[in-house]
């Protein structure tokens, strides 16, 4: 006798699509997490690759690459933006941004000072003067940091002084702020020991790292094995008592 009754069609299908579907939602969990550590790796040798001119990536900048540049111009050193969303230590601070108007060009370059440290207050930093003289810059052009919940709406446009602060960062929102075309990117400038700025860079993966997809991953495997599991439970055969003879 067989251990297992006949299964409807039915519920053979419904196993091996459901079964198909986690193993496939878990692959895809393990390509990107593969994706992201690729990412984090040529985040972290852009520090050391050779520096080009910005205008040779400022409109198109090469996809899953942070070119290191160099760039001349200006700073609007009366509109600084503050990122209140540190993530250094915890007596707070801000990440400062800085509009640069590059030489000879129109359009506006958000440039990452670096992280200034709080007081342990709820006072925003106290922010060094920024150089009024043209300068050069050096540093990776990178993605701008994500946007994430943007709970409250657009705290740019109900702040009438600056610097102006929030939560998140939104290039289209810091644009109209600004009145004015913003690139693509962000330049996150290089460590300089003499700065006030804490500038240890990293790519920001937070909402979901390379180990949180591969968590994900086991959890969608573990779905198609206990619904294989399932199935054969349900459709195993009960076994019949034995009757002694008398």
């Known amino acids: ?11 053979v299908l419904l196993t091996v ?4 579907v986690f193993v496939r939602l878990g692959i895809w969990q393990l390509h990107r997490a593969d994706y992201k550590d690729g990412l984090l790796r040529r985040y972290a040798a852009a520090a050391s690759v ?8 400022a409109a198109q900048p090469p996809l899953d690459a942070y070119p290191r540049v ?6 609007l050193v009366d509109r600084l933006y ?5 993530k250094h230590d915890d007596l707070g601070g801000a990440e400062v941004y800085a509009p640069f108007q590059p030489s000879n060009q ?15 207050t709820d006072k925003a930093p106290q922010l060094p003067p920024l150089p009024t003289d043209q300068q050069t810059l050096q540093g990776l052009y990178e993605p701008p940091p994500g946007t994430g919940l943007e709970m409250g709406g657009n705290a740019l446009a109900q702040q009438t002084q ?13 644009a109209a702020d600004l009145h004015t075309t913003l690139y693509p990117r962000v330049l996150a400038l290089d460590a300089d020991p003499a700065s006030i700025y804490v500038r240890v860079h ?11 997809h591969r968590a994900y991953a086991f959890q969608w495997f573990t779905f198609a094995i206990a619904a294989v599991v399932i199935f054969l439970v349900l459709h195993r055969t009960k076994r019949r008592p034995n009757k002694s003879k008398s």
Do not use: C, E, H
Not at 50 to 57: G, H, K, R, W
Not at 82 to 86: E, F, M, V
């Open 1 to 11: 006798m067989s251990w297992m009754r006949r299964p409807s069609w039915w519920s």
């Open 17 to 20: 699509a459901g079964a198909l």
């Open 50 to 57: 050779p520096v080009q001119p910005f205008d040779a990536v």
């Open 70 to 75: 160099r760039v001349q111009g200006r700073y």
């Open 82 to 86: 503050l990122l209140d969303n540190p």
């Open 106 to 120: 129109s359009k506006l370059l958000l440039v990452d000072l670096g992280f200034l440290p709080g007081n342990g």
């Open 162 to 174: 600056w610097p102006k602060t929030s939560i998140y960062l939104d290039m289209n929102q810091v």
């Open 202 to 212: 990293t790519l920001d993966l937070s909402s979901m790292p390379p180990a949180r």
